[in-house]
């Protein structure tokens, strides 16, 4: 997490937490999509990431959920390093792109 503070990566001005980055990377609004009742529909906004990218997170979230041994939520609270290590994947593979 604090890879993301030094690069000043917040969450609307304040610390981003392994939580928060939990939260925005499982977001479908960075790939255009609106989630109206569970139920995820092409949004009229513009996506920020492409499909590819995005699954290439999502799979390393999943991989990263099963070696924790942690489901999604409970992982987004994790205190092991298991989830910074994931942030800081995720943040690289998105850098790349």
């Given at each position: 997490m604090k890879e993301l503070a030094d690069q000043?990566?917040?969450?609307?001005?304040?610390?981003?937490?392994?939580?928060?980055?939990?939260?925005?990377?499982?977001?479908?609004?960075?790939?255009?999509?609106a989630v109206?009742?569970?139920?995820?529909?092409?949004?009229?906004?513009?996506?920020?990431?492409?499909?590819?990218?995005w699954d290439k997170v999502r799979s390393v979230m999943e991989v990263m959920d099963t070696l924790s041994g942690t489901s999604p939520?409970?992982?987004?609270?994790?205190?092991?390093?298991?989830?910074?290590r994931t942030g800081s994947f995720c943040i690289r593979l998105i850098q790349r792109a």
């Open positions: 000043g990566i917040s969450r609307r001005g304040k610390k981003l937490d392994k939580g928060g980055l939990y939260k925005m990377l499982a977001n479908p609004l960075y790939i255009g999509k109206h009742k569970g139920v995820a529909y092409d949004g009229e906004h513009e996506a920020i990431i492409d499909q590819a990218l939520p409970a992982r987004a609270s994790h205190s092991s390093s298991v989830g910074s």
